[in-house]
């Protein structure tokens, strides 16, 4: 019998190449995945990249639930339906995740969870395991705002320590039929009078407080997000339906931090400042894609008080960029209707 040659005996093991790929090119993979389900994932392949996972610098999160606490406590998640209730009856709002890749989520010494064995974790809990975000981007299960079929209500806001600005956009009918010839001829750009004797501009007054509120609300309850994280530079929280996005930069994120925030005595919320608005309407509008709106408003909010910062025409290229696709030209249409001003006391 002849002895094993070294051809016959079992290979030597090879080095891992995956080893020999340096941290900072790995972290630059883990930024672009930003989903924290996927980044939860790849937490569970490695000790390496269990140590590396909490590093990264840009997270997106997804809640999948929205749980209101009243005065009995929290209510069980099962029992609540993934679209939220009423914003005006929350006493305050958890995000809630549906979080099972972060259970086996685990610290460099393998031996104590990074997560808590729970089937919900909240944002701020799964969040505070990330230590450097630069850009948190987090969508909410749906819109605040309940509309009926075909009504449109779109807006975005961008708040510091309270409301800086708010464009929204809204339309009573969205569809792909033509306008009548009726329609046509009351359309003279201004605004009809039966504007404002068949509820129209009561209409349009309850869709701005509606979007302020769900606004300042978005904007009170991401306190402990921003004041765990002083590595943010952008802060995104918008919902699945794409009706509203709250939005906060560098500057706004330091002024949120250094200035104390007003809270609303009514409820869980930032106080809205007083505030001058510039409505704008057209009994119809014909959009891209063969979209037609119905009854299209465009209110954008300032507090009182502060100038425009900036040229009139800077000003309308920043509110023309508040909406993409088909909903942007309305957004330029009606930028060139003519402006209505309002005040509005704060609340």
């Avoid at 509008?285 to 100038?307: H, S």
């Amino acid at each position: 019998m002849h002895s094993k040659t070294q051809t016959d005996a079992d290979p030597l093991p090879e080095d891992d190449q995956f080893d020999r790929i340096p941290d900072s090119i790995l972290l630059i993979i883990l930024n672009k995945l930003t989903d924290v389900h996927s980044l939860g994932r790849c937490a569970v392949v490695s000790k390496r990249l269990n140590s590396l996972v909490p590093l990264v610098n840009d997270v997106y999160i997804k809640i999948d639930r929205v749980v209101s606490i009243d005065g009995n406590g929290i209510k069980d998640p099962d029992s609540c339906s993934h679209k939220p209730q009423n914003l005006l009856s929350h006493l305050k709002l958890i995000f809630c995740n549906l979080l099972k890749p972060f259970h086996q989520f685990r610290i460099s010494n393998g031996n104590k969870p990074l997560f808590p064995q729970l089937s919900h974790h909240s944002a701020e809990q799964v969040l505070k395991k990330f230590n450097h975000i630069h850009n948190l981007r987090i969508e909410l299960p749906a819109g605040d705002l309940g509309t009926e079929d075909g009504v449109l209500i779109k807006w975005k806001a961008e708040f510091g320590s309270t409301l800086q600005n708010c464009v929204i956009l809204g339309g009573t009918q969205i569809d792909r039929k033509p306008v009548s010839d009726q329609e046509l001829l009351e359309d003279n750009g201004s605004m009809p009078e039966s504007f404002y004797t068949n509820g129209g501009l009561k209409l349009r007054v309850v869709w701005t407080i509606s979007s302020l509120i769900a606004a300042s609300t978005r904007h009170y309850l991401l306190q402990p997000i921003i004041k765990d994280h002083p590595t943010l530079k952008s802060l995104i929280l918008t919902d699945a339906d794409g009706q509203g996005t709250l939005s906060m930069a560098g500057e706004q994120l330091r002024e949120f931090r250094e200035k104390p925030l007003s809270a609303s005595a009514s409820s869980d919320r930032t106080q809205v400042p007083a505030s001058n608005m510039k409505l704008r309407y057209a009994p119809y509008l014909e959009l891209t894609e063969g979209i037609g709106m119905q009854g299209a408003t465009l209110v954008v909010i300032k507090p009182a008080g502060e100038g425009s910062g900036g040229s009139r025409k800077d000003a309308e290229t920043s509110v023309s960029r508040a909406f993409d696709g088909p909903f942007k030209v309305a957004v330029k249409s009606l930028l060139k209707r003519r402006t209505y001003l309002l005040e509005m006391n704060g609340f």
